[in-house]
């Protein structure tokens, strides 16, 4: 009985992919499929989005995880873009199992955000998402920022090595006044001046769920340091 299936680093085109994808539909064994780093692009993710909602078994499906049963979802490494992922987001609005979903090193913009910010509004059971080295910029880090109030799951936010600046840290900030589940936010390297610092420091005052805050490689100085300190 096959319950594990790794296909990650291989040379999937389109075409094998969707196979790989449209097998998962009525497959009522398979609990892990990794294809991670498999060059799928946006015409190979917006297949996924059927399977994630059509699969009542799969549980980890690494890099085109997209189930109804589906708990991990690593699709970090690929070339997936706006579309893929405003497809994935659609597949989340209907998905009830899906708690890990990774979409690091990928090609996902503001648009991009938009469209999950959107599936995060509607999803209930995702706690984990990751969208480092991306390219979201103060426009996807907004869209986001409204995503987290209206989520009540969600406790992990990768947003890692994008740009977001300080007008993005402040409408995050503006999200975690009003996210109750929240306790890790990671703004490595996103251009975050002492502005961006100070406003997060002010929405850290009224929550009371975030515990870990990463702003290394950012242009925060003292200024920005006495914010976060008091």
Not at 19 to 34: A, E, F, H, P
Not at 37 to 47: K, L, M, N, V, Y
Not at 67 to 80: C, E, F, G, W
Not at 101 to 111: P, R
Request: glycine letters at 8%; charged letters at 20%; aromatic letters at 2%.
């Amino acid at each position: 009985m096959l319950v594990w299936l790794p296909l990650s680093h291989s040379r999937l085109n389109n075409e094998l992919a969707a196979v790989c994808i449209d097998s998962t539909k009525t497959n009522s064994t398979v609990t892990d499929m990794s294809l991670s780093s498999c060059g799928i692009d946006d015409a190979s993710a917006a297949a996924l989005a059927e399977p994630l909602q059509e699969n009542s078994t799969l549980t980890s499906l690494e890099l085109i995880k997209k189930n109804s049963t589906l708990k991990l979802l690593d699709l970090s490494d690929n070339a997936i873009g706006d579309v893929d992922a405003d497809a994935l987001a659609k597949g989340l609005k209907e998905n009830s199992t899906l708690t890990v979903l990774k979409l690091s090193c990928n090609g996902i913009g503001d648009t991009g955000a938009d469209g999950l910010a959107k599936g995060l509004k509607e999803n209930s059971t995702l706690i984990s998402l990751e969208l480092s080295f991306n390219a979201i910029e103060n426009d996807g880090a907004d869209a986001l920022a409204q995503g987290i109030k209206e989520n009540s799951m969600l406790t992990s936010l990768n947003l890692s090595n994008n740009a977001i600046g300080t007008d993005g840290a402040d409408a995050l900030a503006k999200g975690l006044k009003e996210n109750l589940t929240l306790t890790s936010l990671d703004l490595y390297d996103n251009a975050v001046s002492n502005d961006g610092a100070d406003a997060l420091a002010k929405g850290l005052k009224e929550n009371s769920t975030l515990t870990s805050l990463n702003l290394s490689s950012n242009t925060v100085g003292d200024v920005g340091a006495v914010a976060m300190a008091k």
